[in-house]
């Protein structure tokens, strides 16, 4: 291997459901990521990275063999494939949102199948035939299981008893007249490595790098930062308020008697949170965006 091509970092970026999703995610980290509509060769701001769009179902592979050094796939692929690779991280985000996505058995509403042993004997369509047949396998279930090429939803009840499909919100299940009979696999998006590429120091430090960056990202998601003024009799009352990530940040003012204080929190408690601080005499309070949180 030539100095040249230890200097490049060969990532996998999913195309499809998670392209946009990760795209978010690498400019929050700062890598500012763009692609044209019909390229599958993004841009990068970082010539130690050369990305190429690749999607998530055949992403384990091209990592595996050394095609591409690491990527990002779903832990579901990573297992439908059997991939021998190095996982890095989990990084918890979706298409939609910062949560697990699901693989579930769904039927017609009427249907007359009611848990995975009423599937002995039946049709049964999917995408994620090879995780199905050993899922079923193990379950003592005999069933023929289909692969779908898409629009799964539509499958039953003419041309499949039940399907294997993935849902974040189960609204397009539900939509299709489809209910969930059980959850067979909960799959979050991981970073992987190519074995040989995470044994070469310099790919590796760039990995780790990269993936404390977008880890960092991605903790920042749904916190905020808070700052405030308050008298320095009230700072007993305000902490015990604050569910904090570590103590906050205290330092006196000019003012005597007077504090600033900062701190970091869950977005989802501010909207009670902050009335609360201002009836405890806090004043100046600012609410910022956070871009990275880094432990």
Known sequence: MTELEKSVLKLGMPKGSLQESTFKLFRKAGYHVNVSSRSYYPSINDTGIEAMLIRA????????KGILDCGLTGYDWILEQGADIYEVAELN??????????????????????????????????ELV????????????EAE?????????VKPPQLADAIVELTETGSSLRANNLRIVETVLTSTTRFIANKKA???????????????????????EEKVGLKMNIQEQ???????????????TVSQLTDPGWLALEVIVEES?????????????????????????IP
């Open 145 to 153: 299981v289909d692969f779908s090429w898409g629009a799964t939803e």
């Open 198 to 220: 995470w044994q070469d120091p310099w790919k590796r430090q760039k990995i780790e790098n990269m993936v404390m960056l977008l880890t960092g990202a991605l903790a920042a």
């Open 57 to 64: 179902q055949e992403m384990a592979r091209y990592v595996e």
């Open 269 to 293: 408690i501010v909207r009670e949170l902050i009335p609360k601080l201002k009836n405890c005499g806090a004043t100046g309070i600012v609410e910022y965006p956070l871009n990275k949180v």
């Open 93 to 126: 985000y979706a298409k939609e949102g910062l949560r697990p996505v699901r693989w579930v058995v769904a039927v017609p509403n009427d249907s007359t199948i009611h848990s995975i042993s009423d599937l002995n004997g039946k049709r049964i369509a999917t």
């Open 130 to 141: 090879g995780f199905t047949k050993r899922y079923l396998k193990e379950q003592g279930i």
């Open 234 to 248: 009230s700072l007993k009352e305000i902490t015990g308020l604050l569910l904090a990530m570590h103590s906050p």
